[in-house]
């Protein structure tokens, strides 16, 4: 497939209306967490929620700095312990097929103390899909906060944001806020959110010298970075009307453009950091400053790395929009805007982004996914990484965990041995069918042992050294294929079930209980 067949086109129109005052200057709708932080705070008339109710593990911590922002001077940390791949995860009501925009910002502060004087570097995820690497050391450096941006469509009505360490983490992973911020239907639309999401890579106003541009100007709250390279920019008084571009660019990215001084090609060497070899999307933003021009002096071509992306572009007042889906991409990366040759006026250009297309991580089976967590809620005391999808990412299933491969996920083994947990087994394990062990012995779990018989693919059942009370449920004798069924030194009463006496290629323990009939020798 040629790079042109995956290549839309928008113009944006003149009589398109513009947004209503009042619209503009909503905020977005969604989640504005200050993690760490104790209290609800406001800031630019915007509220900021403590993250207690969205996150029940890791270390609130106070910054020492001086001068930060109140978003900055506290954050959440999580143990490192040993380098074990555990993820923590926010998890958030949202609304089921909603485009969200997911901000995370980190700023380390030395919050780890003396001994790692440079930031901890570890894994970021949505969900089942890893994101991408923190890596906040140059930022830091240059005394400045690391913030990383994507979109997500809402596929279930929670959405769980998780950082984790990895093989290169030498201290505790910690995060300072966490955004999540609806975003319109129209935007990135042609995107396939139901397989991708968006990771963005830059976003810059190439003619704005200023401080970053997002909310109020930005409605979706969208940063957008002064570009460093530019040289020759040319101011404009009449922006165009941003509720007919596509994506819905802050008219503010149109009151400058970068350009060149004489009529010749215009390159730049965007985005500024080399690439990994991926799929990209790129949309580019342009508008003249004068009706003036005639529309046959408008045109450029725009090549991208000397391949051509987009031909003969007609650029009005009104301006227009140009963006590629799925473009391959590689190393460092250069765009050319030349003026085709009956046109004679420089190229110019306002504003661009570019996002690495994620392909999604797969998900853990509903039904799998509710009944570990009617499981969870049984529990006093569940391992700290009990949240987010189970079993995705793959290296970040939880706790005791073990699932299965290709496209339906699910739970396979249940291993907790020796956990300390308190609590009683709930009977939404019988939900679990996939299940072929389950290991809980050496626990402090009380109560009664559910009904199980729906397991049909369960071997091995070890509740040993709990404090189980009650009887032996005789359906335990339905499970065709249990081989080891393990209860010894709890509190079970009753009658051994006659449907486990016997039972050929069953390996049964039961002493140490208080049974009316003898254990099986």
């Given at each position: 497939m040629s790079p042109m067949s995956s290549l839309?086109?928008?113009?944006?129109?003149?009589?398109?209306?513009?947004?209503?005052?009042?619209?503009?200057?909503?905020?977005?709708?969604?989640y504005l967490i200050d993690c760490g932080a104790a209290a609800r705070t406001v800031i630019d008339g915007r509220g900021w929620l403590p993250d207690g109710e969205f996150i029940s593990t890791g270390t609130s911590k106070k910054l020492t700095a001086p001068d930060l922002s109140p978003t900055l001077s506290t954050v959440r940390s999580f143990p490192l312990d040993n380098n074990l791949r555990r993820k923590f995860c926010y998890v958030a009501r949202v609304y089921r097929g909603a485009r969200y925009l997911i901000r995370t910002t980190y700023y380390y502060g030395g919050v780890n103390g003396l001994s790692f004087p440079s930031p901890p570097v570890f894994d970021q995820m949505v969900d089942g899909t890893f994101w991408r690497v923190v890596n906040t050391t140059e930022d830091y450096q240059k005394g400045k906060p690391s913030s990383y941006e994507a979109v997500f469509e809402a596929r279930g009505t929670t959405m769980s944001v998780c950082v984790a360490p990895n093989t290169y983490s030498e201290s505790d992973p910690f995060i300072s806020s966490l955004e999540m911020l609806i975003l319109g239907d129209s935007l990135y639309n042609?995107?396939?959110?139901?397989?991708?999401?968006?990771?963005?890579?830059?976003?810059?106003?190439?003619?704005?010298?200023?401080?970053?541009?997002?909310?109020?100007?930005?409605?979706?709250?969208?940063?957008?970075?002064?570009?460093?390279?530019?040289?020759?920019?040319?101011?404009?008084?009449?922006?165009?009307?941003?509720?007919?571009?596509?994506?819905?660019?802050?008219?503010?990215?149109?009151?400058?453009?970068l350009s060149t001084d004489q009529l010749e090609a215009l390159e730049l060497s965007w985005p500024p950091s080399s690439l990994a070899n991926s799929t990209y999307y790129i949309a580019l933003?342009?508008?003249?400053?004068?009706?003036?021009?005639?529309?046959?002096?408008?045109?450029?071509?725009?090549?991208?790395?000397?391949?051509?992306?987009?031909?003969?572009?007609?650029?009005?007042?009104?301006?227009?929009?140009?963006?590629?889906?799925?473009?391959?991409?590689?190393?460092?990366?250069?765009?050319?805007?030349?003026?085709?040759?009956?046109?004679?006026?420089?190229?110019?250009?306002?504003?661009?982004?570019?996002?690495?297309?994620?392909?999604?991580?797969?998900?853990?089976?509903?039904?799998?996914?509710?009944?570990?967590?009617?499981?969870?809620?049984?529990?006093?005391?569940?391992?700290?990484?009990?949240?987010?999808d189970p079993c995705l990412p793959l290296d970040y299933a939880w706790t005791g965990i073990t699932c299965s491969e290709g496209e339906r996920i699910r739970v396979i083994t249940l291993n907790l041995t020796s956990m300390g947990l308190l609590g009683s087994l709930s009977s939404s394990i019988a939900n679990l069918t996939a299940l072929s062990g389950i290991?809980?012995?050496?626990?402090?779990?009380?109560?009664?042992?559910?009904?199980?018989?729906?397991?049909?693919?369960?071997?091995?059942?070890?509740?040993?050294?709990?404090?189980?009370?009650?009887?032996?449920?005789?359906?335990?004798?339905?499970?065709?294929?249990?081989?080891?069924?393990?209860?010894?030194?709890?509190?079970?009463?009753?009658?051994?079930?006659?449907?486990?006496?016997?039972?050929?290629?069953?390996?049964?323990?039961?002493?140490?209980?208080?049974?009316?009939?003898?254990?099986?020798?």
């Open positions: 839309s086109l928008l113009f944006s129109s003149l009589f398109l209306s513009l947004l209503s005052l009042s619209l503009s200057q909503r905020p977005p709708k969604g042609t995107t396939h959110f139901d397989s991708n999401a968006l990771s963005l890579v830059a976003r810059h106003s190439f003619g704005h010298n200023g401080s970053i541009i997002r909310y109020p100007d930005d409605r979706f709250d969208r940063y957008w970075e002064p570009y460093e390279g530019n040289v020759y920019v040319i101011a404009s008084n009449n922006t165009p009307p941003v509720s007919g571009f596509w994506n819905i660019p802050p008219s503010k990215v149109f009151e400058g453009a933003y342009f508008a003249y400053n004068s009706d003036s021009i005639p529309s046959s002096s408008r045109l450029l071509d725009i090549h991208i790395n000397d391949v051509m992306y987009c031909s003969n572009l007609g650029v009005t007042s009104a301006g227009a929009a140009v963006f590629a889906t799925r473009w391959q991409l590689a190393g460092p990366t250069k765009i050319t805007l030349s003026p085709v040759a009956n046109s004679n006026i420089s190229p110019l250009i306002n504003a661009g982004e570019i996002f690495n297309v994620l392909p999604l991580g797969g998900r853990t089976h509903t039904r799998d996914v509710r009944a570990l967590e009617n499981f969870k809620k049984r529990l006093q005391n569940p391992p700290l990484d009990w949240n987010g290991w809980l012995g050496n626990n402090s779990l009380s109560g009664v042992i559910p009904d199980l018989s729906s397991l049909k693919l369960l071997e091995i059942l070890r509740l040993e050294d709990n404090q189980f009370n009650g009887d032996i449920p005789s359906s335990l004798g339905d499970i065709g294929r249990l081989r080891e069924l393990f209860l010894q030194n709890n509190n079970l009463t009753g009658r051994i079930p006659d449907s486990l006496f016997g039972k050929p290629g069953l390996d049964l323990r039961t002493f140490g209980n208080r049974f009316l009939s003898p254990a099986p020798s």
